[in-house]
């Protein structure tokens, strides 16, 4: 079993900061790519950061230069950062990670629950 487990999320002003924290656990043999995505209510989930297990950073356009993601790789554990917050980024934010189970195996996409920001104006 594998599981992502998120913690960080809550209510903040408009301008404030929060730290997302969302830790995978269970039998893992290697992780590539982790990353978060968010879905507020009446859209589709989308891509808000993703980082390779070489460290390499791609953020939507929207969170750029407010948003910074990283990662302990020893910790299987990734950050999100999230500076200057908007009204606009209340959603529900999911953590992923594509990881394999064994040295042979597949790579499969996992998810987190789901930790709810708010950002009130």
């Known amino acids: 079993q594998v599981q992502l487990v998120e913690s960080g999320g809550g209510l903040v002003q408009a301008g404030g900061s929060l730290r997302l924290s969302c830790a995978a656990s269970?039998?893992?043999?290697?992780?590539?790519?982790m990353g978060w995505y968010r879905q507020a209510p009446g859209k589709q989930r989308g891509l808000v950061a993703v980082i390779t297990s070489g460290g390499s950073t791609h953020y939507a356009d929207s969170v750029k230069g407010r948003f910074t993601i990283s990662r302990d790789n020893a910790k299987n554990t990734v950050y999100l950062q999230m500076n200057s917050l908007k009204p606009e980024d209340t959603a529900v934010y999911y953590c992923n990670a594509i990881l394999r189970r064994e040295a042979s195996g597949s790579w499969y996409d996992y998810w987190g629950q789901g930790t709810q920001v708010t950002v009130s104006s």
């Open positions: 269970g039998s893992i043999f290697s992780i590539n790519a």
